[in-house]
């Protein structure tokens, strides 16, 4: 290498490609697609500046050799195409890695220089390729980005997935037209969360992929609520005993699934133990690494991995691919193809003759007119031929000519280049410029680009189930989709009817630490367990829950409580003493019916006011009596209903002085009666306390006291009507509020004190003789009045809302009808039933004094 040929490639600017314009020769540009596959040897070129450097290695993949064709197409595809790259031809040269980091970075720096001796940052060659597309492997394309993104070269990988491959800081000319195992990381934890699942084991390969792929996984699931059982790593060196341990782990675990962030061999160990546990019961999710796995897809394993569900790359068929891979023939592919034998002899299980100096029996020749059915030496048919990576090759060969088209022929978007117009010179600085704003479709009518923060492409997956058929086999059938092109909303599409689960039931099987709490509950967490394990505990009074699962409970507003199964707030119940309860009804109706009784017999001796009864029980006071107690039963009315302000400012004090004035009339009529007796005796000067001023003055003395107290209370301190929403849970008593409850109870105190006086006078004066002594009556009456009154107290003071009313209205209907019972119906017996005995002679007969 002459001086005057070298180039430093230490300045990415001196790294330049000159175009001829010349029509008749065309222009050329070369790419170079890196293929890595283990123990292959790719070197293939169909360009006449590409050299072969070595034979194919053992290990011959046909796989690998559908991919480097899935390229070739996409070359001939556009260089077919008149709209893109006009004039211009693509180019290409390959060559193989080995999935080996040295091996890779050896073959970088071939590149770079253009000498099979590479010489580091020196470019020997004028032409050298713009763009590499690869690697395949993670490991390997960071080997690769490293070293490119120093020179700013452009780099395109298919298949590397590594998530640390996004940071533009480290990997700046670094693209891929796959997405990131974070987003491979994101679905799985969105496939979760749609299942309802809550508890799952997760299992990850100790390396880069499962490493950074199950932590970001790991994230994603605990930002959906989702909780690990357990989280164990395994790998190509761990041994056997922790293999046991971990397959031990997953038989006893509850979680009913099990995610695996793997690639496909290093799971099969594993699977074998499994397998020996004859355990059945689980539920697989997978990664694209091993979603189509042809070593586990097998009858061996079936029994335990049918249904598992498993990611992989959106399926997209290339249009004429399978024709052109079909159409393959040595005759018309050598002497460029020089893999076309050896992969002639894998497919057809032949031999050229030319290729072997001993023969055997049975040996079966090569003739090349054999027909082509089937691309694989693993027995996959083209009628089952996975095209996913070879879509994703397809995609980077096309990024990089589109890359070149617009910069090449000056879009808008790089004009601040150059000058508009065809440039004559490309470096690879610009390329990678150009890839970050490409935009387009490809053939198949997909949206095409790479994201600003890590050079990713907006790639698909699909959600495929593995179906077991009745031989044992297994399908890989696609029943969904995470799309990330759409809105988060829409991401993830399942069509769950078509999964058939390893328990052969429709429903989606349950895979949770606890059941879910109903609403009406709320999840306690049990001490040192995960948050998906809890304890489902009834809302407290006053609380509702209305989610599935809710971690607290809600108070409900003043006026609202939970209905019955603490789901919802509704009203509170008012309550009050209504008129239309059958409680309310019968008090109404017996305090009418009680007054209307009373008026009754008030007619009765206003009609007979003559006779000899009603003259000698003091008509005056009787009139008064019988109307005060008519007023009485009315009174307790005002205690029924809804209450208002002003029937609760008054309502007590009504009752207190009707009250006091028909116990005031009984004392009166008491004090008559002794008057009464002493005025009879000779010589007796009570004759001038017979008149109606002694019982006037007795009443109004004992009801202005009460009136008083009545007053002072209204004035003091109003009773007004309240909704009380403390005394009972879920109700709203509507009441009044007696604001001065020691009022109330000095008026009902005084009352019972004027009670207990005409009681003990009456009881005094039962046996007085006189022309028919009310005495004894009046002291039953008295009798039945404070009993009741008595008994009221406690009554009163153990119940709430309309009961406490309904205690007090039966206290007044119940004292009043004693008294209009024990006073007036013996004397309307007499009256209107035994009217011969309403005479002067029978009285005085009965009031004459037994002598001894």
């Given at each position: 290498?002459?001086?005057?040929?070298?180039?430093?490639?230490?300045?990415?600017?001196?790294?330049?490609?000159?175009?001829?314009?010349?029509?008749?020769?065309?222009?050329?540009?070369?790419?170079?697609?890196?293929?890595?596959?283990?123990?292959?040897?790719?070197?293939?070129?169909?360009?006449?500046?590409?050299?072969?450097?070595?034979?194919?290695?053992?290990?011959?993949?046909?796989?690998?050799?559908?991919?480097?064709?899935?390229?070739?197409?996409?070359?001939?595809?556009?260089?077919?195409?008149?709209?893109?790259?006009?004039?211009?031809?693509?180019?290409?040269?390959?060559?193989?890695?080995?999935?080996?980091?040295?091996?890779?970075?050896?073959?970088?720096?071939?590149?770079?220089?253009?000498?099979?001796?590479?010489?580091?940052?020196?470019?020997?060659?004028?032409?050298?390729?713009?763009?590499?597309?690869?690697?395949?492997?993670?490991?390997?394309?960071?080997?690769?980005?490293?070293?490119?993104?120093?020179?700013?070269?452009?780099?395109?990988?298919?298949?590397?997935?590594?998530?640390?491959?996004?940071?533009?800081?480290?990997?700046?000319?670094?693209?891929?037209?796959?997405?990131?195992?974070?987003?491979?990381?994101?679905?799985?934890?969105?496939?979760?969360?749609?299942?309802?699942?809550?508890?799952?084991?997760?299992?990850?390969?100790?390396?880069?992929?499962?490493?950074?792929?199950?932590?970001?996984?790991?994230?994603?699931?605990?930002?959906?609520?989702?909780?690990?059982?357990?989280?164990?790593?395994?790998?190509?060196?761990?041994?056997?005993?922790?293999?046991?341990?971990?397959?031990?782990?997953?038989?006893?675990?509850?979680?009913?699934?099990?995610?695996?962030?793997?690639?496909?061999?290093?799971?099969?160990?594993?699977?074998?133990?499994?397998?020996?546990?004859?355990?059945?019961?689980?539920?697989?999710?997978?990664?694209?690494?091993?979603?189509?796995?042809?070593?586990?897809?097998?009858?061996?394993?079936?029994?335990?991995?049918?249904?598992?569900?498993?990611?992989?790359?959106?399926?997209?068929?290339?249009?004429?691919?399978?024709?052109?891979?079909?159409?393959?023939?040595?005759?018309?592919?050598?002497?460029?193809?020089?893999?076309?034998?050896?992969?002639?002899?894998?497919?057809?299980?032949?031999?050229?003759?030319?290729?072997?100096?001993?023969?055997?029996?049975?040996?079966?020749?090569?003739?090349?007119?054999?027909?082509?059915?089937?691309?694989?030496?693993?027995?996959?048919?083209?009628?089952?031929?996975?095209?996913?990576?070879?879509?994703?090759?397809?995609?980077?060969?096309?990024?990089?000519?589109?890359?070149?088209?617009?910069?090449?022929?000056?879009?808008?978007?790089?004009?601040?280049?150059?000058?508009?117009?065809?440039?004559?010179?490309?470096?690879?600085?610009?390329?990678?410029?150009?890839?970050?704003?490409?935009?387009?479709?490809?053939?198949?009518?997909?949206?095409?680009?790479?994201?600003?923060?890590?050079?990713?492409?907006?790639?698909?997956?699909?959600?495929?189930?593995?179906?077991?058929?009745?031989?044992?086999?297994?399908?890989?059938?696609?029943?969904?989709?995470?799309?990330?092109?759409?809105?988060?909303?829409?991401?993830?599409?399942?069509?769950?009817?078509?999964?058939?689960?390893?328990?052969?039931?429709?429903?989606?099987?349950?895979?949770?630490?606890?059941?879910?709490?109903?609403?009406?509950?709320?999840?306690?967490?049990?001490?040192?367990?995960?948050?998906?394990?809890?304890?489902?505990?009834?809302?407290?009074?006053?609380?509702?829950?209305?989610?599935?699962?809710?971690?607290?409970?809600?108070?409900?507003?003043?006026?609202?409580?939970?209905?019955?199964?603490?789901?919802?707030?509704?009203?509170?119940?008012?309550?009050?003493l209504s008129y239309w309860e059958p409680l309310g009804i019968t008090l109404t109706a017996t305090s009418i019916i009680c007054s209307l009784i009373t008026v009754s017999i008030l007619c009765v001796f206003i009609k007979y006011k003559e006779t000899a009864i009603v003259k000698a029980n003091n008509r005056d006071l009787t009139y008064l009596l019988l109307t005060s107690l008519s007023l009485s039963f009315l009174c307790s009315i005002l205690f029924i209903g809804e209450p208002q302000k002003l029937t609760c400012r008054f309502r007590q004090g009504a009752f207190g002085v009707i009250f006091v004035l028909s116990v005031s009339c009984v004392l009166a009529k008491t004090i008559m009666v002794v008057i009464a007796f002493r005025a009879t005796?000779?010589?007796?000067?009570?004759?001038?306390?017979?008149?109606?001023?002694?019982?006037?003055?007795?009443?109004?003395?004992?009801?202005?006291?009460?009136?008083?107290?009545?007053?002072?209370?209204?004035?003091?301190?109003?009773?007004?009507?309240?909704?009380?929403?403390?005394?009972?849970?879920?109700?709203?008593?509507?009441?009044?509020?007696?604001?001065?409850?020691?009022?109330?109870?000095?008026?009902?105190?005084?009352?019972?004190?004027?009670?207990?006086?005409?009681?003990?006078?009456?009881?005094?004066?039962?046996?007085?003789?006189?022309?028919?002594?009310?005495?004894?009556?009046?002291?039953?009456?008295?009798?039945?009045?404070?009993?009741?009154?008595?008994?009221?107290?406690?009554?009163?003071?153990?119940?709430?809302?309309?009961?406490?009313?309904a205690v007090e209205v039966f206290g007044i209907l119940s004292s009043s009808a004693g008294i209009v019972g024990c006073i007036f119906i013996p004397k309307c017996y007499i009256i209107l039933l035994r009217p011969e005995l309403n005479t002067r002679q029978n009285l005085m007969s009965k009031g004459t004094i037994k002598k001894t």
């Open positions: 290498m002459s001086p005057s040929t070298q180039q430093l490639l230490f300045s990415p600017y001196t790294h330049v490609i000159t175009l001829g314009l010349e029509k008749e020769a065309g222009m050329v540009l070369d790419i170079i697609i890196y293929i890595s596959i283990t123990y292959f040897h790719v070197c293939f070129s169909l360009s006449p500046a590409c050299s072969l450097y070595s034979p194919p290695r053992e290990g011959y993949s046909t796989i690998s050799y559908s991919w480097m064709h899935a390229m070739i197409y996409a070359t001939k595809e556009i260089n077919a195409m008149e709209f893109l790259l006009p004039n211009i031809s693509l180019g290409y040269q390959m060559t193989d890695t080995c999935a080996q980091t040295s091996e890779t970075l050896w073959e970088t720096f071939w590149t770079l220089s253009g000498e099979h001796n590479p010489v580091l940052n020196y470019q020997c060659k004028q032409k050298v390729p713009l763009s590499i597309i690869g690697d395949f492997s993670s490991k390997t394309s960071i080997a690769m980005a490293t070293v490119l993104g120093t020179y700013m070269f452009p780099q395109i990988s298919p298949t590397a997935t590594v998530a640390s491959l996004s940071n533009r800081l480290l990997y700046p000319s670094f693209f891929r037209t796959s997405a990131s195992d974070s987003k491979q990381a994101r679905a799985l934890a969105a496939l979760v969360a749609y299942m309802g699942w809550n508890w799952v084991g997760l299992l990850s390969l100790n390396d880069d992929y499962g490493i950074v792929g199950s932590q970001v996984l790991k994230e994603e699931l605990q930002k959906l609520g989702v909780c690990l059982a357990y989280d164990e790593s395994f790998g190509f060196t761990t041994s056997l005993k922790k293999l046991n341990n971990i397959a031990d782990l997953v038989v006893q675990s509850s979680a009913k699934v099990v995610i695996i962030f793997s690639r496909d061999p290093f799971i099969h160990p594993l699977m074998v133990l499994l397998l020996e546990k004859d355990n059945t019961e689980r539920i697989w999710l997978g990664t694209e690494g091993w979603s189509n796995s042809p070593y586990l897809a097998t009858k061996k394993f079936s029994k335990i991995l049918m249904g598992t569900l498993a990611l992989c790359l959106h399926e997209m068929e290339i249009p004429g691919l399978k024709e052109y891979l079909l159409a393959l023939r040595p005759s018309t592919s050598l002497p460029q193809d020089i893999f076309i034998e050896s992969f002639w002899e894998i497919v057809h299980s032949c031999r050229w003759p030319n290729k072997i100096s001993d023969t055997k029996n049975g040996t079966v020749w090569c003739t090349g007119e054999e027909k082509l059915t089937r691309f694989t030496g693993m027995e996959y048919e083209f009628n089952e031929f996975d095209f996913r990576i070879h879509y994703l090759v397809y995609n980077a060969v096309y990024a990089v000519a589109y890359a070149l088209h617009e910069l090449i022929f000056c879009s808008s978007s790089h004009d601040h280049i150059g000058k508009c117009g065809i440039k004559k010179t490309v470096v690879p600085w610009q390329i990678v410029h150009s890839l970050k704003n490409v935009h387009f479709r490809n053939p198949m009518g997909e949206e095409m680009y790479f994201d600003s923060s890590g050079g990713n492409s907006p790639t698909d997956y699909d959600v495929v189930n593995w179906h077991r058929n009745h031989d044992g086999s297994v399908n890989f059938v696609t029943v969904g989709r995470y799309n990330i092109r759409n809105s988060q909303e829409k991401e993830l599409i399942i069509n769950s009817t078509a999964i058939r689960w390893i328990s052969g039931e429709q429903e989606i099987p349950h895979s949770v630490c606890s059941e879910s709490c109903s609403p009406g509950f709320r999840k306690a967490v049990q001490i040192g367990q995960p948050m998906c394990c809890f304890d489902c505990v009834p809302c407290s009074e006053g609380e509702i829950s209305d989610q599935m699962d809710s971690r607290n409970c809600f108070s409900c507003q003043e006026e609202m409580w939970p209905n019955t199964n603490k789901t919802k707030c509704i009203p509170k119940v008012i309550e009050f005796k000779p010589g007796s000067n009570m004759r001038t306390w017979m008149g109606p001023k002694v019982p006037a003055s007795a009443i109004s003395l004992c009801i202005s006291i009460q009136f008083f107290i009545c007053i002072y209370w209204i004035l003091q301190c109003s009773p007004f009507p309240e909704r009380n929403m403390k005394i009972q849970s879920g109700v709203i008593i509507f009441q009044c509020n007696e604001c001065l409850d020691t009022l109330l109870w000095c008026m009902l105190g005084y009352m019972a004190f004027l009670a207990c006086v005409s009681f003990l006078m009456a009881f005094l004066a039962r046996k007085l003789p006189d022309s028919f002594n009310e005495a004894k009556w009046i002291t039953f009456s008295m009798l039945i009045f404070l009993s009741v009154w008595i008994s009221f107290v406690p009554a009163y003071l153990s119940t709430q809302g309309k009961f406490m009313v």
